[in-house]
């Protein structure tokens, strides 16, 4: 069973950071296509970064690019997103699915940011 547990959410200032991390478990991780995906209240789901499964190409939404960085560490079956200059349009709940793009694949239950003085 393909299990992706998120953390690393919480409570940041404008400006501030946070890292992100996402346990996979459940499958082949370092032959998988990755991404993040952040749905805000009252909104759709937002796709934001993918990356690939040997994490040497990378993608981002025009949202977050020059922002966010994601990355993977396929020896510890983990995707990790380090946002800096957090903004408070980037709160939402943000959820690490398997795929570096689309809608499909299996997803994590997510983690709250929220960005707020």
């Known amino acids: 069973e393909v299990q992706l547990v998120e953390s690393g959410g919480g409570l940041v200032q404008p400006g501030g950071s946070l890292r992100l991390s996402c346990a996979a478990s459940?499958?082949?991780?370092?032959?998988?296509?990755m991404r993040w995906v952040r749905q805000a209240p009252g909104k759709g789901p937002e796709w934001i970064s993918g990356?690939?499964?040997?994490?040497?190409?990378?993608y981002y939404s025009n949202s977050v690019k020059g922002r966010f960085t994601i990355s993977r560490d396929n020896a510890k079956n983990t995707l990790y997103l380090q946002m800096n200059s957090l903004k408070p349009e980037d709160t939402a709940v943000y959820y690490c699915?398997?795929?570096?793009?689309?809608?499909?694949?299996?997803w994590g239950q997510g983690t709250q940011v929220t960005v707020s003085s």
């Open positions: 459940g499958f082949t991780f370092g032959t998988s296509g």
């Open positions: 699915a398997t795929g570096a793009s689309g809608t499909g694949g299996s």
């Open positions: 990356v690939d499964s040997g994490g040497g190409i990378k």
